[in-house]
């Protein structure tokens, strides 16, 4: 099945070897500069069931992107972030160890930072796995609506126009590749996406934050305040962005198929 070379879903036996693509498999079907077929095709004793690409949005769709992909994963976002900020600052805030917002070492405005990045590579590397799993297994279908982009560096981010390289989807140089392909990604979605974030959070830390010793920097209190806006900030990220992640995966996979589709058209 050419459309993702996620590890965790290639074949288990060791002896089958499949025509691998690095990161994923091209998704118009051209041969030779990226057709690669990571997984086989369900008819060779594969147990995927991928459902047939939307030609429009579905109730099920959009309850999958927004209700699951959204709101459900904005709480364990924000109730992570309020774990962490609890453990890095309930004993934090004195004369001693003040939390500021740009002064080191107890700075807030470098966590939102850290944050961001953090954030956005866990959500896309557990979204990469949880929603080609849902798609293995025919519990969510692909969207086929969304036509490929033309723009070279987008047809980059979106894993097409790939070379094929031949080799076992299950050894070590995949994996790492795998991860490599993925973390670039997800950083350059949170570098594209970091100055409207961070500056948001900034505004919203100066408004709740107390100026006083004659300092020019923002005081804050151990509790709650770090705590207040870490789970705030991990839950408005977890539900504005996951959602995107949720649907490029879900984009990804019906071109595939349609690609999958056209090539046995042809033959």
């Given at each position: 099945m050419p459309?993702?070379?996620h590890p965790i879903f290639q074949p288990r036996s060791p002896a089958e070897k499949v025509i691998a693509d690095v990161e994923a498999a091209q998704g118009d079907g051209r041969n030779g500069d990226g057709s690669g077929s990571?997984?086989?095709?369900?008819?060779?004793?594969?147990?995927?069931?991928?459902?047939?690409?939307?030609?429009?949005?579905?109730?099920?769709?959009?309850?999958?992107?927004?209700?699951?992909?959204?709101?459900?994963?904005?709480i364990p976002a924000g109730g992570i972030n309020f774990a962490i900020a609890y453990a890095l600052y309930h004993n934090r805030g004195g004369d001693d160890s003040p939390i500021r917002l740009f002064q080191f070492p107890n700075t807030l405005a470098?966590?939102?930072?850290?944050?961001?990045?953090?954030?956005?590579l866990t959500t896309w590397v557990i979204e990469s796995i949880l929603v080609n799993y849902d798609l293995r297994k025919g519990g969510v279908q692909?969207?086929?609506?969304?036509?490929?982009?033309k723009w070279k560096y987008l047809r980059w981010f979106m894993f097409l126009d790939r070379q094929e390289e031949t080799y076992d989807v299950r050894n070590v140089r995949h994996w790492l590749k795998f991860l490599l392909s993925q973390i670039i990604r997800s950083l350059v979605l949170a570098v594209i996406s970091f100055p409207v974030i961070f500056s948001v959070?900034?505004?919203?830390?100066?408004?709740?934050?107390?100026?006083?010793?004659?300092?020019?920097?923002?005081?804050?209190?151990?509790?709650?305040?770090?705590?207040?806006?870490?789970?705030?900030?991990?839950?408005?990220?977890?539900?504005?962005?996951?959602?995107?992640?949720?649907?490029?995966?879900?984009?990804?996979?019906?071109?595939?198929?349609?690609?999958?589709?056209?090539?046995s058209i042809t033959e």
């Open positions: 459309w993702a070379t990571p997984v086989p095709d369900p008819k060779h004793g594969d147990d995927s069931k991928f459902r047939p690409p939307s030609d429009h949005f579905t109730a099920h769709q959009i309850f999958y992107i927004f209700i699951i992909g959204g709101i459900i994963a904005a470098g966590d939102t930072a850290v944050t961001i990045f953090i954030q956005f692909p969207i086929g609506f969304i036509p490929q982009p959070s900034i505004g919203f830390l100066t408004i709740v934050g107390e100026r006083h010793h004659g300092d020019w920097d923002w005081y804050y209190s151990a509790t709650w305040a770090p705590e207040v806006f870490k789970l705030v900030q991990g839950a408005v990220l977890g539900l504005l962005f996951t959602p995107l992640m949720v649907m490029f995966w879900l984009t990804r996979c019906g071109w595939a198929l349609q690609a999958m589709e056209g090539q």
